[in-house]
């Protein structure tokens, strides 16, 4: 839930890795496989039943990060989590359908990558408002969460990215797994792999690598040294 990045291989894969920073007794083992209002989805299920990333055989994935743009107060209790708010995306024709119908008034804040038919978005809902924003799909990113990550430490995360694609101009997948498993200074409280305390750390990392007709989805428990993988074929009216 607590880093995530897009990166562009090129016209024809695009690839989503998330470091999820979170309780350790909050960590599912491997991906599960669902139907859900006519198509498939393939996430890895949080024991609260939500996930914060999957992935639809209808050319949609999304991926969740708690907060918005700043470190807001924890006010439980909430209307609905966001990791059921993110299969619940799933339930709309599309993220503009979402954004204009579904209910967050309550919601704790969050921050979502979203992709739908090679157009990608970056949703935010403040306790406030929603901000739904396209982004460009040739360009790579990051984001780190704000409740763990304040300016100073999100900045130096975003050089670490940047000095990263000059040194890697046309990486493949492993590349940016291996940056994900690596990417720091030393600091553990707020390198990519981070642990404070073992109260909060990083217990997986997920990469989603999507094609023109297919979507992959790689999870890694680190906690358990283990890891999963499924597929999933897109559907011939989902392919662009």
């Known amino acids: 839930m607590c880093t995530v990045s897009f990166v562009p291989i090129n016209d024809n ?41 999957a992935a639809s055989n209808k050319n949609r994935w999304i991926c969740v990060l708690n907060g918005a743009f700043i470190k807001h107060k924890h006010r439980p209790p909430y209307p609905r989590s966001r990791g059921l708010i993110a299969l619940d995306i799933f339930d709309y024709p599309s993220i503009h359908d979402f954004y204009n119908n579904y209910d967050l008034r309550g919601i704790e804040p969050f921050t979502m990558v979203v992709w739908e038919h090679q157009n990608l978005y970056q949703f935010r809902r403040d306790e406030e408002q929603s901000y739904l924003t396209p982004l460009d799909i ?27 694609k000059k040194a890697t101009p046309q990486p493949a997948p492993k590349d ?28 997986s990392i997920t990469q989603i690598i999507c094609t023109n007709t297919n979507i992959q989805m790689h999870y890694n428990d680190l906690l358990n040294n283990q890891s999963s993988s499924s597929q999933i074929k897109l559907l011939s009216g989902h392919l662009q």
């Open 176 to 203: 940016i797994l291996h940056l994900h498993q690596t990417g720091g200074d030393g600091d553990i409280y707020n390198d990519y792999v981070m642990n404070r305390q073992d109260i909060v750390k990083t217990v």
């Open 138 to 164: 040739k360009e790579s990113y990051i984001w780190s969460s704000s409740p763990l990550y304040n300016q100073v430490a999100k900045i130096k995360r975003q050089h670490w990215f940047d000095e990263w």
């Open 13 to 53: 894969q695009w690839v989503l890795t998330s470091n999820r920073d979170e309780s350790p007794k909050r960590s599912p083992k491997a991906i599960s496989k669902k139907e859900k209002t006519e198509q498939t989805l393939i996430y890895p299920q949080d024991i609260k039943g939500g996930t914060w990333i």
